[in-house]
């Protein structure tokens, strides 16, 4: 059994302790799970529909709460908590409204008398193993479609996320999903091996880091269950030409430094052509120099502190050892003074392939630059990483972007924006970023009985 420690990261305080799971109790859990799998596949769907809509007005109207939940647990500004209170909400909203019409059963083309039917049914309990980073949001794009599916959900957030994870129960619960079609615990990573192979568990969905992803993965796989993961990312950012350098600067360094860097497809690699390279490095520098970084309670602060401690010092080994290794550190990259998880956002120039850096996903306030030559060489080192998450390709010319946008190795591809997640939009990647689609229709596909029935 372990125990749920929630840090203050602005402070350094503890905040709460939440009792863990004991170890008896996780069949009892599995099996609690199958009788909430078996009541909810049995509700209308327009009421199952019904509940993620009120889930959603709940998000709403408790957002403050929720909201200053996670500044306090993880970190995060005020404004972008609010946001991704919202997010959450509109994501429960999506479902609840274009859902039904995804639940399809197709007629396949009768070849005489006889009749096919494809039915999309759902898998049963689903085990939940999500991050830190956007507490509300990496749920719901999980919990949303599975429980309008009929799917019943054990979710084992990250630890440091005890009091907001017990918060999304609640309000599920209070939306009337049954309490046994969403359990909430708090399990230790030995036990959801444990809760994987009990034989009520149908599947598991991951977001986190790649060593998680793997040690869940592989028991899912010994158990013959079926897993989606959603891992890392070194996005790319291609600037090919901008009329505008000083605003691209802009939301370059708000796209890296939202979430004080910590999403796994912030644009970590900025790669940038020849002519425009020092501009924006230099217009870089003074962005990640003028951001307010400090308390993420008062709303003036852009960059909060990390998750915690240890998360802000892994951040600042990989920037110390990029630059022993050879690399150009231009601004930031050290711990602020004081208890807090802070670390000044730091720029970096001259990576090279025999650099930890280069293949390494940097999940802080950190961006590395790039000087390029061609579109051509922009592509070759943008797809030069294991990862393939998302990408952005920046021109005044969209049909020149586009042309580089599509070969990239990833599974979003964004003009001249980066990052944007919509309800109804896929969200996924290729090689180490992972497997499986959230979001949209793709997000209802994953753990989907696909049943047919033929009528002779
Ligand atoms: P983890 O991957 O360790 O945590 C993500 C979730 O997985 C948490 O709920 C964690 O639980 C759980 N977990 C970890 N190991 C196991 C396991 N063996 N079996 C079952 N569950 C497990 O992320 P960290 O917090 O350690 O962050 C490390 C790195 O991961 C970051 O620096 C970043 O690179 C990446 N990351 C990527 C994210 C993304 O959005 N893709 C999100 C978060 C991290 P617990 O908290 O109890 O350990």
């Given at each position: 059994m372990s125990t749920y420690v929630t840090t203050n990261?602005?402070?350094?305080t503890t905040e709460q302790e939440f009792t863990g799971l004991p170890d008896d109790q996780i069949s009892v859990v599995a099996e609690r799970a199958a009788e909430g799998f078996e009541e909810w596949r049995r509700t209308p769907v327009a009421e199952r529909a019904r509940a993620l809509a009120r889930t959603a007005d709940l998000y709403e109207e408790r957002a403050t709460e929720l909201a200053a939940a996670i500044t306090k647990e993880m970190g995060k500004p005020a404004q972008e908590a609010a946001e991704e209170v919202q997010l959450a909400a509109d994501i429960y909203r999506w479902y609840a409204e274009h859902g039904p019409d995804l639940l399809t059963t197709e007629r396949l083309d009768p070849q005489g008398a006889e009749e096919s039917v494809v039915q999309t049914l759902p898998i049963g309990p689903l085990v939940g193993v999500m991050p830190w980073n956007y507490p509300y949001y990496q749920v719901a794009r999980f919990a949303a479609p599975n429980l309008l599916l009929g799917n019943s959900i054990i979710l084992k957030h990250a630890s440091i996320c005890a009091a907001s994870s017990k918060l999304m129960a609640d309000v599920l619960h209070e939306a009337s999903v049954p309490e046994n079609a969403y359990i909430n615990v708090y399990a230790s990573s030995g036990q959801i091996a444990e809760l994987l192979a009990h034989p009520a568990i149908r599947g598991v969905s991951l977001t986190g880091s790649e060593r998680a992803g793997a040690a869940v993965a592989t028991e899912a796989a010994k158990n013959l269950k079926k897993s989606v993961l959603e891992l890392g990312g070194s996005d790319p950012f291609i600037l090919l030409d901008t009329d505008d350098m000083a605003e691209t600067v802009r939301v370059a360094a708000r796209a890296r430094l939202s979430n004080a860097g910590q999403a796994?497809?912030?644009?970590?690699r900025f790669i940038v052509l020849d002519d425009l390279y020092d501009d924006f490095v230099q217009g870089l520098v003074a962005e990640f120099e003028r951001a307010v970084v400090g308390d993420p309670s008062d709303p003036e602060t852009e960059v909060g502190p990390l998750s915690s401690v240890t998360a802000r010092d892994t951040v600042a080994d990989q920037i110390r050892t990029a630059v022993r290794q050879g690399a150009t550190l231009h601004t930031g990259g050290k711990p602020l003074d004081g208890d807090g998880a802070f670390l000044a956002p730091a720029v970096l120039t001259?990576?090279?392939?025999?650099?930890?850096?280069?293949?390494?996903?940097?999940?802080?306030p950190a961006a590395m630059v790039y000087r390029v030559f061609s579109a051509d060489e922009a592509v070759r080192l943008a797809n030069d990483v294991e990862f393939g998450l998302s990408g952005s390709v920046w021109s005044t010319d969209t049909a020149r972007a586009a042309e580089v946008a599509d070969r990239l190795d990833v599974g979003m591809a964004y003009i001249n924006e980066h990052g944007t997640t919509l309800p109804g939009l896929p969200f996924g990647g290729v090689n180490r970023s992972g497997y499986g689609r959230e979001l949209g229709r793709w997000g209802m596909g994953e753990f989907v009985n696909a049943k047919l029935r033929r009528t002779a």
């Open positions: 990261p602005t402070t350094g796994c497809n912030s644009p970590k001259g990576i090279t392939p025999e650099m930890d850096a280069y293949s390494e996903e940097i999940f802080g």
